[in-house]
Each structure stands twice: as structure tokens, then as C-alpha cells.
């Protein structure tokens, strides 16, 4: 008789088997009714943990973890739920860190690199120490998504967001509207140091200015990341005597917060007042939000698989290496 090995722990368990390497080493990142699931298999199997030793001696985690700022975010969560979607089925289980600060990403992630405590790491838009990270272990798989900070090391996906500023500005622009606001999210200095809300500002002011066309400071804000400061601050650019005929949310979430404004001043959309975002989280279809989309879900999935090639084959092609992501503008109803 065949002696059972972690596979078909996890198979049993119907979990992953990095799920089951955690209950082994007694792991507390695993829930208390997985771990149960996961014993009750290891019994009827009569499985032995010192076979699954030296299953794991050849330094497989078969976990892939996930550093990133701000797991509520709708962008972020739709980019994890590709992600999730590609690893479905296959022996990789996904571990997230939550990053607040610098200082906590740059123990975490000398933590995860130096430790092997994943097969490989997904980095969401925050700035790494890419030579630091790479001297300490160069043989780490790294998949860097949406990066602040260009990185020459690593596989890449990136977000022209300049371009997608100057996208929004002509779609407002095509749409007759030459009075045109601004609002971004404001970054912090102890902050990661991210530049999309200000890239897709310098996109924004472009485009005004190759046309001829002025930026009002007095219609352009930087609020804190919120519907509600942006619902703020849309109320403050609105009800100047002279106000602008649209604006540009550089988020979404923003953007929600730009309609509740108008209704709040008894604004029509789009007849008083055109409204377009940038993301097309899943919330901007049910608010029939116009929007530039960004594929999210897409860069997630091309993320993973990605990763999956280079677990299986030790190396990404060069022409895969850099991947800039496709924008689109969504034509829904408040333009």
C-alpha cells in the first residue's frame, strides 16, 4: 500500500498544501476549523508529519505571499481576486501582509526573503529596496505590480497613468466641456510615495494646456483617500460663483464621492455637471459611473500566471518581463 503523502492530506482536507504545512508546524495564520479539517485527514490517513518533513526538506513552502498597502481598497481587492483566481487549483496557497508603513515593509520583506518563508512574493504598488532585496536572495521569485518605484530586477506590470489623465481630459474635452476640475487623493510624506493621483494630474494638466486651455487651482483638489473627503472637497470646487462643467476623480471612490456632491447642490449629472473616474472597481457599473478602466482583475491574473512560469520553469521570458496594462475609456452616464 501506497504511503500517503501532503497531497493527499490536502486533497482530503480540501485545502492546499501549504495549508496543511502550516498545521505541521503550528502555524496560528491557519483557522481553527481548517486545522481540525486538517488533523481529522492527517488521522484517517494515518499520515506521518516526519514523512512530511522531509516532503518540505527541499524548501518548498507551496505558499506565495502577497505584500501590499491597504487590502479594503476596491482596486486592491479586485488585483487580489485575479490573483486568487489563477492560483484556484493549483498546490499554492496565497498569505497576505498588510503593509502600513516603510519601516514595517522593509522588516517584512527582509523577513519573507532572508527566512524562505514563501516561494515566491507578489509586490501591489509600494516602493522596494529592489537591490537590497535582491542581494539577500536573488533566487526569490518577485512579481512587482503597479510599481512606484521602476524596478529592473523583476517582472513588471505597469499602469501608464499619465496617459490615462490625458484619456479622461479628451473624453471631457470631446464632450464639449472646457471648465474642468480636478480631484486626487493626497499623498503623504510618510506616506509609500505613490504618484498615480499625480500622474494622472499631470496627465490632466497636459492636455488643458495643449489646447489652450487654463487649470483653475481654485477647481483642482488633493483631499484624503475617502468618498467622504472627496465628497468635501467636490462641494467646495462646486459651489464657488463660477464652477466648473466637469471633473476628474483620480479614483473611483473618489468619484462616488464627486456625485454625492452634486446631489447634495441639486446638480444634475450630466447635465450640470459631468463626473468621470479612473479604475472601473465593480462599484462603478452599478453607479453607471464613466470611467477609465484599468483591467484590475486582468493584472491580477496575468500577475499569477507570471509567477506560476516561473515556479514551474525557473525564468520569464524577456519579452514578458515588462507588461504595461491596456486602458479603456467606459462610457457610461454621467459624461
Not at 490536502?10 to 476549523?33: C, M, P, Y
Not at 481529522?40 to 506521518?48: H, K, T
Not at 472646457?178 to 480631484?183: A, E, K, S, V
Request: net charge negative.
Amino acid at each position: 500500500m501506497r504511503t500517503p503523502t501532503i497531497r493527499d492530506v490536502a486533497k482530503r482536507a480540501g485545502v492546499g498544501v501549504g495549508t496543511v504545512s502550516r498545521v505541521l508546524n503550528g502555524s496560528d495564520q491557519v483557522r481553527e476549523i481548517t486545522r481540525q479539517r486538517v488533523l481529522v485527514a492527517i488521522d484517517e490517513l494515518d499520515f506521518s508529519p516526519n514523512s512530511a518533513a522531509r516532503q518540505l526538506s527541499g524548501g518548498k513552502t507551496f505558499t506565495i505571499g502577497v505584500v501590499s498597502p491597504f487590502f479594503t481598497f476596491p482596486s486592491f481587492v479586485e488585483r487580489l481576486s485575479g490573483i486568487q483566481d489563477v492560483l484556484d487549483g493549483t498546490d499554492y496557497d496565497l498569505t497576505l501582509y498588510s503593509i502600513r508603513s516603510t519601516a514595517q515593509l522593509r522588516r517584512r520583506l527582509a523577513g519573507l526573503v532572508l527566512q524562505n518563508r514563501v516561494d515566491g512574493l507578489f509586490i501591489l504598488a509600494l516602493p522596494i529596496s529592489e537591490e537590497e532585496t535582491y542581494d539577500a536572495n536573488p533566487d526569490l521569485p518577485i512579481v512587482v505590480v503597479d510599481d512606484t518605484v521602476h524596478v529592473r530586477r523583476y517582472p513588471h506590470l505597469l499602469i501608464d497613468n499619465f496617459r490615462g489623465g490625458q484619456m479622461a481630459t479628451d473624453y471631457l474635452l470631446k464632450h464639449g466641456h472646457t471648465r474642468l476640475g480636478f480631484i486626487g487623493d493626497r499623498v503623504e510624506e510618510e506616506s509609500f510615495g505613490f504618484t498615480s493621483a499625480r500622474d494622472r494630474f499631470d496627465g490632466f494638466k497636459d492636455r488643458l494646456q495643449a489646447t489652450g486651455l487654463p487649470v483653475n487651482p481654485n477647481w483642482c483638489r488633493f483631499c484624503l483617500h475617502g468618498e467622504d473627503h472627496a465628497r468635501q472637497a467636490a462641494r467646495e470646487i462646486l459651489s464657488q460663483p463660477e464652477r466648473p462643467t466637469a471633473i476628474f476623480a483620480a479614483i473611483d471612490t473618489l468619484a462616488f464621492g464627486v456625485l454625492g456632491a452634486a446631489s447634495d447642490l441639486d446638480l444634475r449629472v450630466p447635465e450640470d455637471l459631468a463626473v468621470i473616474g479612473f479604475d472601473d472597481i465593480q462599484a462603478a457599473g452599478f453607479a453607471k459611473l464613466t470611467t477609465v478602466r484599468q483591467h484590475l482583475f486582468q493584472s491580477g491574473q496575468l500577475s499569477a500566471q507570471l509567477m506560476l512560469d516561473w515556479l514551474r520553469t525557473g525564468y520569464v521570458p524577456a519579452d514578458r518581463w515588462t507588461l504595461t496594462m491596456p486602458l479603456e475609456i467606459v462610457d457610461r452616464s454621467t459624461v
